[in-house]
């Protein structure tokens, strides 16, 4: 089983920058690629980001959020940059087990193991 702790998210002006992390917690060899996913309140879980073989970003943070992960046992994170309101949402890694270098990591059904996530609230 894979854990997976989410950190860094927290209240910043519009504008601003963050820096999420998530660690993997042992079996580590097993995850293939990593992604995040945020939830706005009222609105459903949406994709944001993914990394394996190649990343992938959803057309609202492309140029300015940045998905990295440097090897399997490191850390992954999402760089956020030029934050907005709309960015407002609890933020959620997850890994999969089972997808490598496809655009199906753009869909949660593609992940195995979730964080509790983390929220970022960006005021305007």
């Known amino acids: 089983q894979v854990q997976l702790v989410e950190s860094g998210g927290g209240l910043v002006q519009a504008g601003a920058s963050l820096r999420l992390s998530c660690a993997a917690s042992s079996r580590t060899f097993s995850i293939y690629s990593m992604g995040w996913f945020r939830q706005a309140p009222g609105k459903e879980r949406e994709f944001v980001a993914a990394?394996?073989?190649?990343?992938y970003y959803a057309d609202s943070v492309k140029g300015r959020f940045t998905i990295s992960r440097d090897n399997a046992e490191s850390p992954l994170y999402l760089q956020m940059n030029s934050l907005t309101p709309e960015d407002t949402a609890v933020y959620y890694c997850a890994a999969s087990r089972d997808y490598y270098n496809s655009a199906f990591l753009r869909d949660s059904m593609a992940y195995s193991y979730w964080g509790q996530g983390t929220q970022v609230t960006v005021s305007s």
């Open positions: 990394i394996g073989g190649t990343t």
